[in-house]
């Protein structure tokens, strides 16, 4: 009797619930005594409500944590428990090895990868990120003709008849996918399946994350139905080409002096290590408030200095598009806390400020708040295109300003040469430093961000050569969803084919 009710199923369930209860409880990390935001005195679960009061409202949540200026603890649901670091703690994140602070970590918790990825094997060895840095930033100025025709094919056949009649038209942005070369980049079927699944990470992460922990081994593989659908579909038309180019590959190492088969087993695009075709992610939402002549004349004054073709030089004397992409960027990053990571030393690590925070705790900083801060951005909220190209030529009293020094001594000279060369990098798309945080900072700051700064210039170069933009009364908003933000996926913009002077 007594060994029959053991094993009714709902005391074996119960049973099990215990278990992961403690199991859970051991396992979590130690929380410090840190002030929480979002609870309120008299509270009867803190933890919990503050969660509820956080995710209703994460901008509030993330500015009172930055606020306080010191670690503090900022619950979210389906994020768990992230302790936010004050600004001054930047350096001390970045200086630690990956042995103590975890990268991949907290990017696996984030993105779920072991579930919304068909393979999480992939991501688990780091050659992608190798891959990057060594072979696809070096080649940036060989892939910039192909980038640019690229851009202009683009918009041409998603913006249809805007560009070929005189009226004004009401168009959505787009980003498409390009990286596996021609003709792949621009079959529909691979573009929608790339786009799908670009999207179905987030979107499955979050909900995995939702999901109760034990409960998760059994719904995900329900819910990333999608992810395993769209790269199935994505790699089938994929192997195909890939195939052939082994086998063009192979004759060439069996008859090396055939050089014609070899560019067409190897063109220049990603399959073959060398990405020809990339994404150009659109983001036009600057020019659509601000069509600037300022910035349409540079483009055709470096665009004719450079006999009419784009090349990297070119795209890097761009300082007033750059400019405006990177202000654009500080104010509208849709990842809103950044440098996350996971305490992966056994013995947990100290911060500066002497909190210890043991093994399997999440630790952020609000970069939503630090990329608005006044200290380094006078004017923060205000939308201020040539922010960064007046820091560069020395017009501005920000942070960085230049230095009066016109001592013609030689030594002087290129003392101020180096300085003005540093300052000018300073303030580039690409580059980050701890109030720039939308490409991460330190060693693990996004490698793919030289390609996506030439990409965006190219994108948004041939948008403002080719086409005039209304003036929308406001700019479209977008939302906080828990710890993220949506951009204005339903705007439109209008525009019109510009004439030609
Ligand atoms: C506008 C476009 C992009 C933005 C805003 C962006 C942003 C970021 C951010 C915030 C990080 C985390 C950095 C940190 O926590 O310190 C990151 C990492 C990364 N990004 Fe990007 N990224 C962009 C484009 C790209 C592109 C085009 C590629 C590839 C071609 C790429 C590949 C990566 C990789 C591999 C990592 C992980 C680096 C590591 O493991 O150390 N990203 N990115």
Request: hydrophobic share 40%; aromatic share 8%.
């Amino acid at each position: 009797m007594l060994s029959q009710l053991l094993w009714h199923p709902a005391v074996v369930l119960a049973g099990l619930f215990v278990v992961w209860f403690v199991v859970s409880l051991l396992r979590r990390p130690r929380l410090p005594n840190t002030p929480i935001v979002g609870s309120r005195k008299g509270d009867w679960f803190p933890l919990l409500q503050a969660q509820c009061r956080n995710t209703r409202d994460f901008k509030t949540a993330l500015e009172l944590a930055y606020a306080e200026a010191r670690l503090i603890l900022v619950p979210v649901a389906g994020e768990g428990d992230i302790f936010i670091l004050p600004l001054a703690d930047i350096k001390f994140i970045t200086d630690q090895p990956d042995s103590v602070l975890g990268f991949s970590e907290r990017a696996f918790e984030i993105f779920q990868i072991d579930y919304t990825f068909p393979d999480p094997t992939i991501p688990r060895v780091p050659l992608h990120e190798t891959l990057f840095r060594m072979k696809l930033t070096p080649q940036i100025g060989s892939l910039v003709p192909d980038l640019a025709d690229e851009a202009a094919w683009a918009f041409d056949t998603h913006w249809g008849s805007a560009t070929t009649d005189d009226g004004w038209h009401e168009v959505r942005e787009r980003g498409q996918p390009r990286v596996v070369g021609l003709p792949f980049c621009r079959d529909p079927e691979q573009v929608n399946n790339g786009m799908a699944f670009a999207i179905d990470i987030p979107l499955t992460s979050t909900l995995i994350k939702l999901v109760w922990k034990p409960l998760r081994p059994l719904l995900a593989p329900l819910i990333t139905i999608p992810n395993r659908l769209h790269t199935r579909r994505f790699r089938k038309i994929l192997i195909s080409e890939i195939d052939r180019r082994l086998r063009d590959y192979d004759k060439h190492q069996r008859d090396p002096e055939d050089n014609k088969t070899l560019a067409e087993a190897q063109p220049n695009d990603s399959c073959s290590g060398r990405s020809r075709k990339p994404k150009p992610p659109a983001t036009l939402t600057f020019i659509q408030s601000r069509v600037s002549d300022e910035i349409h004349d540079e483009i055709v004054s470096v665009l004719s200095a450079h006999g009419g073709a784009w090349n990297k030089r070119a795209l890097g004397q761009l300082e007033k598009l750059d400019s405006a992409i990177r202000e654009s960027a500080r104010l509208s990053s849709i990842v809103p806390i950044g440098l996350g990571r996971t305490v992966v030393a056994r013995d947990g690590v100290m911060t500066p400020s002497g909190v210890h925070l043991s093994r399997g705790t999440k630790t952020s900083v609000a970069a939503y708040c630090i990329m608005r801060d006044e200290t380094a951005y006078p004017g923060a909220e205000t939308f201020t295109p040539f922010r960064f190209s007046d820091q560069r030529n020395g017009n501005s009293t920000q942070r960085g300003p230049k230095t009066d020094d016109d001592d013609d001594d030689d030594d002087d000279d290129d003392d101020q040469k180096k300085a003005d060369h540093v300052r000018r990098a300073r303030m580039a798309l690409p580059t980050t430093n701890p109030d720039f945080l939308v490409f991460g900072y330190g060693r693990h700051a996004c490698p793919g961000r030289f390609f996506a700064a030439a990409e965006l210039k190219l994108i948004l170069a041939h948008a403002l050569l080719s086409y005039e933009f209304g003036i929308l009364p406001r700019k479209p908003e977008g939302s906080w969803v828990g710890i993220t933000r949506i951009p204005p996926l339903q705007a439109t913009i209008r525009i019109r084919k510009r004439v030609q002077a």
